[in-house]
């Protein structure tokens, strides 16, 4: 199991530099117009989704040390992110018969993917809150590589009218 979670920050971090170095050099071929109009934009299309989802699986990954860590009964209380979810009474929306007091809910996947996707489109967490310092430098850097992103399709559309 350890080596598996070596394995995939190895791979999360390797995606990441190759996504910031693709950032790099779209910025770079910027001024060149060395691509055309439309190949730009299906770059920062892809880069601004790459973005996405890596944030997704680094927040997923190391919240709480991980999926597994969070699963254990008391896992979500290192958490660096609060969900709402965390502060409902039976640990969730559920239905009335399944309310006895559950406080089993714990972030998945979908949870760190709608949380990195609003980081990249509102520069912001919406309804989650960033408790630790790494998390608040991770979403910092997500929203400055999407709004790096969004810039230049902004700065190509403004080039090209």
Excluded: C
């Excluded at 892809?46 to 927040?59: H, K, P, Q, R, S």
């Excluded at 990249?120 to 709004?147: C, E, H, N, Y």
Aim: charged share 15%; net charge positive; proline share 4%.
């Amino acid at each position: 199991m350890r080596l598996t979670r070596v394995l995939t920050l190895v791979a999360n971090g390797a995606i990441t530099a190759a996504m910031i170095a693709s950032l790099a050099f779209l910025i770079e071929g910027l001024p060149k117009h060395r691509e055309p109009s439309e190949a730009l934009l299906r770059s920062a299309v892809g880069l601004w989704l790459t973005n996405i989802l890596v944030f997704a699986l680094w927040y997923w990954r190391l919240d709480g040390g991980g999926p597994h860590e969070r699963a254990r009964p008391k896992g979500m209380l290192n958490s660096a992110f609060l969900f709402p979810q965390m502060l409902q009474q039976g640990g969730g929306r559920q239905a009335p018969e399944d309310r006895k007091g559950r406080s089993d809910w714990s972030a998945q996947f979908v949870d760190y993917l709608f949380l990195s996707f609003n980081t990249s489109t509102a520069f912001s967490p919406t309804d989650t809150a960033v408790l630790s310092r790494g998390a608040k430098l991770a979403m910092m850097t997500q929203a400055l590589i999407s709004l790096t992103i969004i810039v230049l399709i902004a700065a190509r559309a403004v080039n090209i009218l």
